[in-house]
């Protein structure tokens, strides 16, 4: 099994080829199907690269991703690959060109193994919301894996590729990390270029890996990160040296007092993050509860805005410049209507339906219009925190994964988001590193944010935090 790149590395030194890691991969998917954690497997293209990463190898001139094998969220293009958003509005719509930071991955010489199941459009919180069936949690196939990056998660944790990429619009990678015993990093806005990653909110969504070490979470950040002239939202800042590890001196941590206090935090997530932030204590770390009395502001803000935008992104989707026509339809008008009605499930069409009426004329002063000035605030309370602390710890989730079909309420699944929307809102780096096994057998995270790029500081104290937590 190999879970990390280190394993990867461990056994191209000692013989074995790109082409047996690669085909290893394939024959654990074979075994998990079940799970349908993948809509495709690249079985050719990727064959084709693994052939060509081992000549590369021979000669000496292979790159720093030499070997990882890598799963993409299905919203993250390819060029000529497939790719659908997990929708049926795009089913069998081929790529023309490939993200970023696919690409940048590509050039390092890692191999692109296959596209993951994810909810439509990346709206959802338990990945139940694919039109292609839901992805099941390989730690207990009854339980979700969370979303909307499920797929990207269990491929990962099953073993399924070595690390894969999913996206982050409200917690999109850190809550399937937190449910699957996985890394899950969702770097600072504008750290990773969108460019070829199909939107859903613009100024929320950020691409971001899923592994099993901080290492290759680091590793992959560092190939991904920086300048891209395709997208004008990321930052020209200079990428630190992310896979260079140092232990943390006295570090001043921020807990936030309404996030610890709140109703529908389980109490046994709540006493082992506690201990671990006692662990810490006893290491010389400052830690200190803070107060931030909008935790009940967040989820609804974010909900409004993101379905603003989302009404907006997805717009596009007519039935008129590319994806599903109704064959049903008869003129212009009507194209639209069958079209998404019938291609969009029912969760996009919910939030495509809110995020245009908090837009349209009368209630954009009162929704929109509000909720930007409430972002605002979000943003200045948060940056006063970092201008006096290192990091902010919270748990990712308020719970573990819950059944398959447990939660039929949009609001309840929208409050999953609860501990995540946060770091989206206020363009923060996050991340989600496993921190326990609750007494029904379901995994959950501790979630760390620190100040806009500083991810090197994210990594560095994530990585004590798991030793501190192993070693006791």
């Known amino acids: 099994m190999y879970r990390t790149f280190r394993d990867v590395k461990k056994a191209l030194s000692s013989g074995k080829s790109v082409q047996d890691i690669l085909e290893h991969y394939f024959s654990e998917i074979e075994k998990n199907k079940s799970l349908n ?22 000669k000496g001139k292979a790159g720093k991703l030499a070997g990882m094998i890598v799963g993409i969220k299905d919203n993250l293009c390819y ?11 795009l089913e069998n719509f081929t790529s023309l060109y490939t993200a970023t930071a696919v690409q940048r991955l590509i050039d390092e010489d890692a191999i692109i193994i296959g596209r993951l199941n994810c909810d439509e459009f990346a709206m959802g919180s338990s990945n139940e919301n694919s039109a292609f069936e839901p992805v099941l949690n390989n730690l207990n196939p009854e339980y979700v894996p969370g979303g909307s990056s499920g797929g990207s998660a269990v491929a990962v944790s099953a073993g399924l590729c070595t690390a894969s990429l999913g996206s982050d619009t409200g917690g999109s990678i850190r809550q399937p990390a937190s449910f699957t015993n996985t890394i899950g990093l969702k770097p600072t806005y504008g750290r990773i270029s969108r460019y070829g990653l199909i939107a859903y909110a613009s100024s929320f969504d950020q691409i971001g890996p899923f592994t099993n070490s901080i290492e290759d979470a680091a590793l992959l950040l560092e190939v991904m990160a920086g300048k891209d002239e395709f997208d004008a939202t990321v930052s020209s800042k200079e990428k630190d040296n992310y896979s260079q590890r140092e232990t943390p001196s006295r570090l001043k941590i921020a807990i936030l007092k309404e996030a610890f206090n709140a109703e529908g935090l389980d109490s046994e997530i709540k006493s082992t993050i506690q201990k671990t932030l006692l662990l810490l204590q006893e290491q010389g770390h400052f830690v200190e509860e ?29 039935g008129v410049h590319y994806g599903y026509r109704s064959p049903n339809a008869v003129g212009i008008e009507d194209t639209y209507k069958k079209t998404r009605s019938e291609g969009f499930g029912r969760e996009v069409k919910r939030r495509i339906m809110a995020g245009t009426f908090v837009l349209s004329h009368g209630y954009y002063d ?37 059944k398959i079909n447990e939660v039929k309420d949009p609001i309840s699944m929208y409050l999953q988001d609860i501990y995540t929307v946060h770091a989206n809102l206020t363009g923060n780096p996050a991340i ?40 006791n």
Request: glycine fraction near 2%.
């Open 366 to 402: 009162a929704y929109y219009s509000k909720g930007q000035k409430v972002r605002r605030v979000l943003q200045e309370k948060t940056n006063e925190i970092f201008n006096e602390y290192d990091v902010v710890i919270l748990p990712t989730t308020p719970s573990t994964a819950f």
């Open 290 to 318: 803070v107060s931030f009395p909008y935790l009940d502001y967040m989820v609804p803000t974010y909900y409004v805005l993101s379905t603003a935008e989302a009404s907006s992104n997805l717009a596009r989707f007519d």
């Open 37 to 58: 954690a993948f809509l495709e497997v690249f079985y050719d293209s990727a064959r084709k690269q693994a052939e060509v990463v081992d000549k590369k190898i021979k």
């Open 79 to 89: 060029r000529d690959h497939k790719v659908s958003a997990a929708s049926k509005i």
């Open 432 to 471: 989600s590193i496993p921190a326990g096994k609750h007494s029904n057998g379901m995994p959950f995270g501790l979630q760390i944010i620190a100040n806009h790029f500083e991810e090197k500081r994210l990594f560095d104290v994530a990585e004590h935090i798991l030793n501190l937590t192993q070693l």
